[in-house]
């Protein structure tokens, strides 16, 4: 139930920041009295997830996408104040869609395989929910009374699970659980530049998604991570 609140809350928020982004024109700053100024900002992401690393055979399957949401601080270190660092807290959501097979065992263990050709089936997805405490180093073309400039923003993205399930979904069943296979703490670095309001984004999962010592029914070990590529939308 609490779950469930969380994503019903999470979703209207992004609902909330996307029709906010779309109505912007101006990225604004906050300008103190003395003329300094600080980037404070909420951002708000949606990417394309693709996974690297898998074991021969399996390949991706329909629209593997995510998105993110929450707020960093900022902290200038030049006298300008166009170079400095920013410490964020944020959520994300990222859904995988593959033909890696996960299933959960009578006493607890969860085993993977590819779906074998002779099943056919509507999807297959490893959904993952996350707290994430973005660190990156700033660069931006601002100025205090410069409402629109280029950015290059670049860092290491920390990541805590606190919900991760695989889902495989047929016509005639529907089988969900909680994969506690998943890594509960993740990281990764990350790129986002252009002007404005729109970005580009890319971030490389250096952690596996799985625990170590995960393998395929066949005995290849399983060390998949992720490569993100979309938009970021900065607002304040």
Known sequence: MILK???????IWCCLVSSFVWGQQDTIVVVEPDGKYFEDQFYFGVNYNVLVGAPDGIGQSSFSSGIMGG???????????????????????????????ATKNANGTISYQEVPDDVDYNRNKLSM???????????????????????????????????????????????????????????????????NTWNFYAQY????????????????????????????????
């Open 205 to 236: 999962n250096i952690s596996n998604i799985f625990e170590d010592d995960r393998y395929l029914m066949s005995g290849e070990p399983l060390e998949v991570n992720i490569i993100k590529a979309g938009l970021i939308f900065y607002i304040f």
């Open 129 to 195: 929910h996350f707290v994430e405490f973005p660190l990156e180093l700033r660069w931006r073309s601002s100025r205090a009374e410069d409402y629109r400039f280029w950015r290059i923003y670049s860092g290491v993205r920390l990541q805590y699970l606190f919900s991760g399930r695989s889902k495989f979904v047929t016509d005639t069943q529907r089988v969900s659980f909680s994969n506690s296979d998943i890594r509960d703490f993740q990281y990764g670095i990350y790129l986002s530049f252009g002007y």
């Open 5 to 11: 609140t969380i994503k019903c809350i999470f979703f």
């Open 71 to 101: 707020f960093i601080k900022d902290f200038p270190i030049n006298k300008r104040r166009n170079i400095g660092f920013g410490l964020g807290v944020g959520l994300s959501i990222n859904t995988i869609y593959s033909d890696l097979m």
